[in-house]
Structures are given as C-alpha cells and as structure tokens.
C-alpha cells in the first residue's frame, strides 16, 4: 500500500521471489499495467517486474496475509479508509514509514492486530512511473510493536531475506527507530531547511556537518533518557555511510521540491514531544522543527489565505 520508490522497490523484490504481490496505484497506474515496475539497481543487477497486479483501490485487492505500509506518515488519516478491506482475521500488517508514532496510531485505529515496523536502510528514487533507482544498501530492520510476535517477525523477514533483502530481526522496534532518526532528522531536516542540499553538500559545508553532527548527539541524549542507547560509534559509523552515497537527496527534500507535504510530526515534532517530556534539551531539534514546520505550511497553503 503506496507504491512510491519504497513500496515500489519492495514489493516488485518480492513480487520476483515468487510471493503473489498486489500493488495499491495511483497516478503511476496506466504505466505500471503497461510497462511494469522497472528498479535500476548500482550495485547489483537491475530487473523489471511485469505484468503487475495493480489496482487503483484497495476494495478490489482482496483480503491479504500481509499488509505492508509503505505510504507517507503524512497520509495516516486515509488509512481509515484504505486499509479495513485488505483486512482478514489473520492479516498482519508492517510499516514501513519514517518516524515516531506509526505503529501505535495502527495499533488504536486497529486493535486486536499483529503490528510490525520495518526501518528501511536505502537510497531509493522514484524516477518516473514505475521506476525506481537504487544508489545504495537496500537493508530492512524488522521489529514488533507489542515486543512479541517472534514467529511471525522470522516469517516475514525470511520473506524479504528470498527476496534478496537483508533483513535483521531486531529486539527493540523502538530502538530501532531512534538509531534512523539520528540519520533522518538531520539530512532529511537540513536538505530541506539549507535550501535544497543533497546529502554530499551537508557534509562538505563545515557549518552544516557540524549541524548534523550536533542533531545526533541530541537525538542520542534523547535515545539514552529513554533507555535505548545508541551503539557505541553509531554516529562516526552514519556519517561514514553518508559520505558514501554521493549527491544523494533525502526523501523529504523530495516531496518538498515536489510540493508534497513533508513528514514534519512524525519525524521532527514527536520526537521533540518525547525529548521534551523526558527533560532533554534539544535546541537543535527545536529549531530546524520549527523551520520545517513553517515550510511546509507555506508551502501547502493556498496564497492569500492565512491559517489560523
């Protein structure tokens, strides 16, 4: 469910491995039912997946076993619709969206429900219909919101892993999330507040690297209040990562070239809430929360009307 570059990427991965994948489609329909999904791999060797079960609405996919989210925290609400007819007895459901929140709004909204989260390490580019570009790693980390579900947690990853993507089985889903956030609050926040920077330009600015470098420090003071410390070395080992994905733009600078909302809640306001009621100072987060916020705004504000 969302077919952009992440579900695209991996949901055609297993579509190739055999499994019977179905694809929620929007504007890319026409295209993808024509051509196919086609995923330029950098390292490996790129594939085309067709013909595609695609459908533009979720009351003609059919009850599914599985269930995996990959449509934008920015798009939350819509799931009320969206998801119910995918739903049987059995169906789990996994999210793969960026920050803070997505599993407990799908465990109120839909109780009584295996919930997974899967963290996703990837450079992943929609670009054009039903193309996708990947410049580097491809890794999902997967983990249970209720911190049970092992059997299941193996059987899904041992999907992915057939699929030729690596997928580690994590302890903590929550720690998981922070160890992304230290990479995504910065980048993703920078590229977008600086002006449209790819990931090459934050950090060869000694200003901005030093900017990012304090971000994760202060996500990592935020992690450890919490009792999900960081890994010794997280943040030389991200910086280091980044150094090798070359002029690599973020996700979120993306949907804001684009005109697309950005995710601001969900990875910059919640976890500034959570930093804030823990009593861990976090000026960084603080300001680049209120910029992104006020860009965004704008950006999806009609001219002439002023929001209240």
Known sequence: ???????????????????????????????????????????????????????????????????IIALKATSREALRQLLPPLLGPETAVVALQNGLGN?????????????????????????????????????????SHRGSDTALLQDVAALFERAEVPCAVVASLEAARWRKLAWNIPFNGISVAAGGCDVGEILRDSELRRLTVGLMEE??????????????????????????????RPSSLLDFLAGRAIEVEAIWGEPLRRAQRAGVLTPRLQTIYALLRALDRRANTPQGITPS
């Open 1 to 67: 469910m969302g077919s952009g570059a992440v579900g695209s990427y991996y949901g055609a991965r297993l579509a190739r491995s055999g499994c019977d994948v179905v694809f929620l489609l929007r504007s890319d329909w026409e295209v993808v039912m024509r051509r196919g999904f086609s995923i330029e791999e950098q390292t490996e060797e790129s594939f085309q997946i067709y013909p595609v079960r695609g459908y533009r609405r979720t009351e003609e996919m059919g009850t599914c076993d599985l269930v």
């Open 103 to 143: 599993e407990e709004w799908l465990a109120r909204g839909f109780p009584n429900r295996a919930i997974l989260g899967g963290i996703v390490f990837a450079c992943l580019t929609r670009t054009g219909p039903g193309k996708v570009k990947n410049t580097g790693f491809g890794k999902i980390e997967l983990g």
């Open 219 to 248: 996500i990592a003071a935020v992690a450890a209040r919490h009792e999900l410390p960081l890994p010794e070395g997280w943040i030389e080992r991200m910086m280091a990562d980044t150094a090798r994905m070359g002029p690599y």
